[in-house]
């Protein structure tokens, strides 16, 4: 921990299911997560609220987000902030609430993503994240970003398409038994996978996440009061943003996410602990080649190699790097601000022991890794017990 | 200052001039902002940039704005995120550097807040800090919100019209020696406001903050390392968030800023300052109703008294409370996601006594209030050398 930094740990969380077109509002699903997460954490108030949206205002026509979600759950008075890092938001408000305890300004503090995408409109908004100048006048999306990197990685090391079916594989059977998944209760296989419509060549509808609704939080404070709100406090070892490029075209080696070694190098760094210690990796799945770069990235694998970690079964849940262990973007679901954040409560989950089928056996160190538009934002966090 | 936390220091600030219809691109004004800042602190990278900006997403069609700015600067690698808070957008960047460099995550912060809003859609736009379930389906604006409360106050009160001209008087003649105001060079007489058209009654053109173009930035850093890069660092010493019922429908008394109250009073208790200690206010004037009952939420004046402030010369360069000293948001113009930046860069220059025509004599201490959407959300930063 850097010099004078104040530890923090997470002592509640409170997630509702991840649906397709949910039925509550916006601040209705952000309300019921928080009241969710303070519950867990038996208080009835906290100093200060930050929140991760990244499509309300075009999709609700709502702005200022954090404080009418504070003022909504009745805690008038409270600092509340909306924080955006396009498809990384949600882990950008945990860095808030992780920033506001370690610098003692909030000894309470909740980090909340909640987004409603489900309606319509979600592709057009989250092109957002790209250059408005360059990119989205020639029709550029997120999902034509990653089927341009998905096709470059398959020419480069010559790898066939269906070597990606095995990271949705094994985020489908891990969603199968989260009761808060968009997928659960689906048994999804190889041949489904394959047979899948073709997006945007060569990715295919199971290589990409959904669009859905959901909301997620977690109550953070001080590790050296923790175990007045929890038995079982989780302790954030380290956090860490970095960024790239903003436009892939602009970077030497597009198949290298720069933001992601960087920000996983440096979280690694501050926590003092080898990649190869992690029990446990959530990683930001939204497509699969998203995984497969993602590895490589940290160290994990050599770059063109990892695709084999899905392949071999090291990803799995009894694997030596267990992936998206409750179903990840991709299977879980991705509603955008909330994503990092329902990441955040199943880590939490898992280190507490309390992951139900999901369990991953001695879960002491996880990792949560967050990128934001075309992977220009990268976002780590460490957690241990 | 609360126990363990690190003190934090400005030690640069940049500014370009605020204007309508900047021939300059949303990233460029970003961009040279915060060259300036940086040039200013004499240093070539920092660790973390924070973005404040509320309406690119609407406006520019554009989203994760704090990488590209980063990225577009040619720093690859550093942090970046983006933060809002409705008009409190500026504060809200500002405390999210403070928080970056307290904490001890980051050694250089910068906080910079950029806005375009010229260019036509910005009522709508701002209009998404209200509730957009049950207010801004009606038709409601902040501009009508404000000329409400301004019938209000004159109704409970029983004060002319015309007893709010001295807010737009002063600041009009503060910003005509500032060389970034919008407003620069130009008289305006009580004449002129009174015969100005009136634009939602009885709320006047000179009562409301024109939409403008500018962009504001401030380098942050440790207060016991502030001296290498300056030889006058400004500390920052205290930030404070509080947040009000999000609908004025909803308030017992509509006329009382209860988030600007109770975000200047936990700033006051943090600094350990009394609000008489001031040298200078930079106040949120985006319309002279709020300056009003700014005045009497921090306390400088009983409730329904406010205005007397202005009428009796109080508020000027020469009073005792010094108000919107280089023209405020109303004469130096609002370009709301910059606005609390070019506040904490004047305020730099008046603590540094490098504030040349406007400089009020013998400032130690400036405070710093900020309004989100319709006063739901208040910020409030205590300055001093």
């Known amino acids: 921990m850097p010099e004078g930094l104040r530890s923090v740990s997470i002592v509640g969380i409170g997630q509702i299911p991840v649906r397709k077109a949910s039925s509550a509002s916006l601040r209705e699903m952000g309300v019921q997560a928080l009241q969710l997460a303070m519950e867990s954490a038996r208080v009835e108030r906290v100093n200060a609220l930050f929140v991760g949206n990244m499509l309300a205002d075009d999709l609700q026509g709502q702005k200022h987000l954090a404080t009418l979600i504070a003022s909504a759950a009745g805690m008038r008075g409270i600092e509340a902030l909306q924080v955006e890092a396009a498809t990384a938001t949600g882990a950008a408000a945990l860095r808030m609430a992780y920033f506001a305890v370690a610098s003692g300004e909030a000894r309470l503090a909740v980090a909340l993503g909640v987004e409603k995408m489900s309606g319509g409109g979600a592709t057009q908004a989250l092109a ?72 945007d060549a060569p990715l295919r509808l199971f290589d990409a996440s959904p669009v859905c609704d959901g909301a997620a939080a977690v109550v953070l404070t001080r590790t050296s009061e923790a175990r007045a709100y929890t038995d079982q406090p989780v302790t954030i070892l380290s956090s860490s943003v ?38 446990l990796f959530e990683v930001h799945d939204a497509f699969s080649i998203m995984s497969c770069l993602a590895l490589e990235a940290v160290g994990f694998a050599e770059p063109g190699q990892g695709w084999r970690l899905a392949a071999e079964g090291v990803i799995a849940r009894d694997g030596s790097l267990p992936l998206s262990t409750l179903g990840g973007l991709k299977a879980r679901g991705h509603p955008v601000g909330a994503t990092a954040i329902y990441q955040t409560c199943e880590i939490v989950q898992q280190l507490m022991g309390r992951a139900g089928p999901n369990q991953v056996p001695n879960a002491r160190l996880a990792m949560l890794l967050s990128l934001g538009g075309a992977a220009s934002t990268g976002l780590t966090h460490l957690f241990g017990v």
Chains 1, 2 share one sequence.
């Not at 969603?175 to 073709?198: C, G, H, Q």
């Open 128 to 199: 957002k994240a790209l250059d408005a100048e360059t990119e989205t006048p020639t029709g550029a999306t997120l999902l034509g970003m990653n089927a341009r990197l998905m096709q470059l990685y398959m020419d480069k090391y010559n790898v066939p398409v269906e070597a990606f079916n095995d990271f949705s594989l094994n985020a489908h059977a891990n969603a199968r038994t989260n009761p808060y998944a968009l997928f659960k209760d689906r048994e999804v296989t190889s041949e489904m996978i394959s047979a899948s419509r073709v997006v």
């Open 242 to 279: 970095a960024t790239d490029w903003f436009r892939v075209a602009d970077r030497a080696d597009p198949l290298h996410l720069y933001a992601a070694a960087r920000s996983s190098h440096d979280a690694f760094r501050k926590a003092n602990i080898h990649r190869n210690d992690i029990s």
